[in-house]
Nanobody
Framework: QVHLVESGGGLVQAGGSLRLSCAASGRPFSSNIMAWFRQAPGKEREFTASIGWSNTETDYGDTVKGRFTISRDNAKCMVYLQMNSLKPEDTAVYYC????????????WGQGTRVSVSS
């Protein structure tokens, strides 16, 4: 089992920045692939960013490339999402998720943290 708790959401003006954090507990952390997804009102959940065991293995959704940065601290069992140049269309609930070794899908999800970007 992996327990995930997100924090750092809030209200920000367009052009501003926020950093989301995800605290993981349970099974060994460093071997998990970690990711952030988001879900805007009335829309399907969307892939935002993922990171492998090291900070060099990252991937981003097209809509956030160049603005968002995912990182992890394996010693602290933390994952972060630095969000810069925020746009109103980034408004969503952001979810932290984990994929354990050998699994083909993201099995564990946090409860989400809400980000609202005003124009």
């Amino acid at each position: 089992q992996v327990h995930l708790v997100e924090s750092g959401g809030g209200l920000v003006q367009a052009g501003g920045s926020l950093r989301l954090s995800c605290a993981a507990s349970g099974r060994p952390f460093s071997s998990n692939i970690m990711a952030w997804f988001r879900q805007a009102p009335g829309k399907e959940r969307e892939f935002t960013a993922s990171i492998g065991w090291s900070n060099t293995e990252t991937d981003y959704g097209d809509t956030v490339k160049g603005r968002f940065t995912i990182s992890r601290d394996n010693a602290k069992c933390m994952v972060y999402l630095q969000m810069n140049s925020l746009k109103p269309e980034d408004t969503a609930v952001y979810y932290c998720t984990a994929r354990i070794p050998g699994s083909g899908r993201y099995d564990y999800w946090g409860q989400g943290t809400r980000v609202s970007v005003s124009s």
